[in-house]
């Protein structure tokens, strides 16, 4: 009886190890026949002393050795080839990984090619006016470059659908969705930019139509241009005076130096435009500042190297009653105090500065433009 059972267990054993997946199928007609061959050398012995008798080994225990070394040499034989396979098919995965990731690393040379301008976007609830801002980006010559980095704070108005539907061959966008703040999103985006020169755009500023092809010939006609500052108009203003005061500002940029600098930021920020190493070697704007971190560059800037004037328009400021700098105009002074505490050990330098400061604020609050 025992050994009936035994035999069908060796029978069942080849199914459970192929179901559990021990056992390769091709593999199992081996199996079976060495438990053939064991079962029925448990079954019938005189079975197994005939066939070794006509096999020339006396033996039956003997027969079953041999029988069974040469199964097993089979099966090792066979394990060998699958090794040798194996290895070949590795190797093969190996060398196709390989061509594979060269040709993506080539693919991606191709796609990373450097653009001539990265413009950086701080974007919040920016419907209003953002349309206007990128049409502006759309305008300019469709042979330069574009790469847009929107810097978004979490928006819950159509800013977003805005952006998704600005595409053109020749610019590139990128989106950056986080609350940092108006500072920290500037430097996030400057961080990934990948363009020769670099500017930021507030969402309701508008370029030029020739802005970028301007520039990008005034820095290509001299490699020593570090920054450029071109005119920069109001369209937010509504009165002559403020149209007077832009004017005397870009008068003034045709002596622009330090010690000017240091009295009064004449600088319209929409309108400086600086090259991406430049860049690095100012360092990024400071974080602590709220409203005056493109004035506490500029100074920066002009200490390292003198910018280079063009008389040209360059782009469009506007000024309006939602704008942060008019919301926050007076908390906008203080700090333009601190910075010029920062870099100005002048009291009377400083003192003349807040006072041209002043005058401005209060023509602006007046005019309400």
């Not at 005939?50 to 089979?74: D, E, H, K, M, R």
């Not at 919040?124 to 980006?137: A, D, H, P, V």
Request: aromatic content about 14%; overall charge positive; glycine content about 2%.
């Amino acid at each position: 009886m025992i050994k009936y059972i035994a035999t069908i267990f060796l029978f069942l054993l080849p199914v459970y190890l192929i179901k559990k997946k021990f056992l390769r199928i091709e593999n199992t007609l081996i199996w079976l026949i060495l438990l053939f061959i064991l079962s029925i050398a448990s079954l019938n012995i005189e079975f197994i002393k005939i066939l070794s008798q006509y096999v020339g080994i006396v033996s039956p225990v003997n027969f079953l050795i041999f029988a069974t070394f040469l199964i097993f040499l089979f099966l090792f034989l066979n394990l060998l080839k699958k090794v040798s396979e194996l290895n070949n098919k590795i190797e093969d995965i190996v060398i196709k990984t390989q061509v594979d990731n060269l040709t993506k690393k080539d693919e991606q040379k191709k796609k990373i090619v450097q653009k001539d301008f990265s413009i950086i976007i701080p974007t919040l609830n920016s419907e209003k006016y953002l349309e206007e801002t990128i049409r502006s980006i759309k305008n300019q010559s469709k042979s330069i470059l574009i790469e847009c980095i929107f810097t978004d704070g979490g928006s819950i108005d159509k800013t977003f659908e805005i952006i998704d539907n600005f595409n053109q061959d020749n610019i590139t966008k990128i989106v950056i969705s986080k609350n940092l703040g108006m500072t920290k999103a500037l430097n996030e985006g400057f961080n990934q930019a990948n363009g020769k020169y670099l500017t930021y755009l507030n969402s309701d500023d508008k370029l030029d139509d020739l802005a970028l092809q301007n520039l990008k010939i005034s820095f290509e006609c001299n490699e020593n241009i570090n920054w450029i500052i071109g005119n920069c108009e109001n369209i937010g203003s509504k009165n002559y005076l403020n149209k007077i005061i832009n004017l005397y500002k870009s008068k003034l940029l045709k002596k622009l130096d330090l010690r000017l600098l240091l009295v009064n930021n004449i600088i319209s920020q929409p309108s400086v435009f600086w090259k991406k190493d430049f860049f690095y070697k100012v360092g990024k704007f400071d974080e602590t500042l709220r409203f005056n971190m493109d004035y506490d560059m500029w100074i920066r800037m002009i200490k390292l190297s003198k910018p280079f004037i063009i008389n040209h328009r360059i782009s469009f400021f506007r000024r309006h009653s939602a704008s942060l700098s008019y919301k926050n105009s007076f908390d906008q002074f203080k700090e333009k105090f601190n910075t010029m505490k920062k870099y100005n050990s002048n009291f009377f330098i400083t003192l003349l500065h807040m006072m041209f400061s002043f005058i401005i604020l209060i023509i602006y609050k007046i005019t309400k433009y």
